[in-house]
């Protein structure tokens, strides 16, 4: 896939071009996105907002503990307006990295895609912050239930035939670490989920927790595990102004996801924005994807809560605000359409 990277030389403003190295091994095979409504060309990604949720859920307390904000109906009306406006705004791909542990539900989202001009894309992992539920401390290698681990199963199923009964295929990974580190269980997710990129070379995005710089360890870990650095997005690294950190994961060759534009409750956006122009400006724009991490409902933080405590949580506010206020600040657009499309394009695409 023929692409050039366009760096921005310090202080003076002016582009300088060069061939990157080849990414991911993937030479000369042809190259294809799954998404909601199957297969596209990378050439047809375009605007991409690789780090978003379209519903998060809890279908356990729906049932027990009914949310009167949850509405599958209107939720749904809701999504395709939401995503319809972000077309007319010239995004044209979703990521949506809603995985077991958060809900996912791909039927319902699926009714959503059939009806947007945004590709959307399902993405596969398990999300926990410590401990995986009962049924894995059960069945696993070595354990009462001894058999190949059932993590390692799902995420490959998902990738390769379709998740659950439909043939909507993944095509993202997504682990996290929070907090409490790499626990046990948070290293069997990250060991399935390697696994899981050998087999297919679906890129791994991370929930990383950067007060504690724990991007770095998920970066080792993965490696170690053999996936390329540049197959992995250090997810969240935005909430850090720590460019040593945020240069260090990115000189080791991995992506870093700017990802939580609006969510002014965790860092206001006139300091996220300033962190990523000071990259920009030192020519890091081809290791940069940006997102809000948003969601057109969630049962953790729900709309109404949003509305009051987080109203640029949204996912218009880079077409909206964010890419305005790095014009206004000399970005050129090729570092834009690098992060926006040339970044999203070459991590998405995965041999046919
Ligand atoms: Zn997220």
């Known amino acids: 896939m023929p692409f050039v990277v366009v760096t921005r ?19 000369g095979q042809v190259e294809i996105v799954h998404t909601f409504r199957g297969p596209i060309q990378p ?3 375009g605007s991409t907002l690789i780090h978003e949720h379209i519903f998060v859920r809890n279908p356990e307390l729906e049932t027990s503990l009914p949310d009167a ?6 939720a749904v009306e809701f999504a395709v307006r939401g995503l319809t406006e972000l077309h007319a705004l010239g995004i044209r791909t979703v990521v949506d990295l809603t995985v077991p542990g958060l809900g996912r539900d791909v039927s319902l989202v699926a009714e959503v895609a059939a009806r947007v001009p945004i590709n959307l894309i399902a993405s596969t992992g398990w999300y926990t912050p410590n401990v995986l539920p009962t049924f894995f401390q059960f069945h696993g290698p070595g354990r009462v239930i001894d058999r190949v681990d059932p993590l390692i199963e799902l995420f490959i199923r998902d990738l390769t035939e379709g998740i659950g009964v439909t043939r909507i295929r993944a095509g993202m990974l997504k682990v996290m670490a929070d907090v409490d580190g790499i626990t046990p269980d948070v290293a069997r997710v990250m060991t399935a989920a390697a696994m899981a990129y050998s087999a297919t070379g679906v890129p791994i995005t991370t929930h990383s927790h950067p007060a504690s710089r724990n991007g770095l360890m998920q970066q080792t870990f ?3 595990r053999g996936v390329p650095p540049d197959r992995i997005i250090i997810g969240h690294s935005g909430d850090s102004e720590d460019l040593d950190y945020l240069r260090e994961l990115m000189d080791n060759g991995s992506m870093i996801g700017m990802d939580r534009f609006g969510m002014e409750h965790v860092l206001p956006d006139d300091r996220r924005i300033r962190t990523l ?35 640029k949580w949204r996912m218009d506010t880079i077409s909206r605000s964010i890419l305005p206020a790095l014009r206004n600040a000399g970005v050129p657009d090729d570092a834009i359409d690098q992060m926006l499309v040339d970044n999203p394009r070459r991590l998405l695409a995965v041999a046919a």
Not at 11 to 19: A, L, N
Not at 288 to 309: E, G, N
Request: charged share 20%; aromatic share 8%.
């Open 9 to 27: 030389a310090p202080m003076t403003g002016r582009m300088s071009v060069r061939s990157p190295k080849p990414v991911g091994g993937k030479g």
């Open 277 to 311: 122009v000071a990259l920009l400006e030192q020519g890091y724009a081809n290791r940069i994807v940006i997102s809000h991490d948003a969601a057109f409902y969630s049962h953790v933080t729900p709309p109404s809560w949003r509305a009051h405590a987080a109203p």
């Open 222 to 224: 993965l490696c170690q």
């Open 69 to 74: 904000e949850w509405n599958p109906d209107e």
């Open 43 to 45: 050439e047809d990604v």
